[in-house]
């Protein structure tokens, strides 16, 4: 079992820059695909960014894809969300999810596919 616990969400203004972070405890992240998700006060939680066990394979939203960045640190037991040119409409609370897997090539971007969750971290951008 793993526990996740994300940080580094805030108060940015439009086109401005964050880096989320997500740290693991309880197990090694490596065997672990990653994703985040985010939820918009009223809306439901959508898929944001995937990255596969070794970090070469990742996946994006369509509404992020080129401004947000997933990575990983297996080593260090960590993964991360950069996100750059940032707009009011990504204001959410942003989640990270893990799955148990044995295939080290796939990333997953369904919320039902995952197996833990963090807690959230709030980003909001005004405008």
């Known amino acids: 079992q793993v526990q996740l616990v994300e940080s580094g969400g805030g108060l940015v203004q439009a086109g401005g820059s964050l880096r989320l972070s997500c740290a693991a405890s309880?197990?090694?992240?490596?065997?672990?695909?990653m994703g985040w998700f985010r939820q918009a006060p009223g809306k439901e939680r959508e898929f944001v960014a995937a990255i596969n066990r070794s970090g070469v394979n990742t996946y994006y939203g369509d509404y992020v894809k080129g401004r947000f960045t997933i990575s990983r640190d297996n080593a260090k037991n960590t993964v991360n969300l950069r996100m750059n040119s940032l707009k009011p409409e990504d204001t959410a609370v942003y989640y990270c999810a893990a799955k148990s897997t044995w295939d080290s090539g796939s990333y997953y971007y369904t919320e039902d596919e995952y197996d833990y969750w963090g807690q959230g971290t709030q980003v909001t951008v005004s405008s």
């Open positions: 309880g197990r090694t992240l490596s065997y672990y695909a």
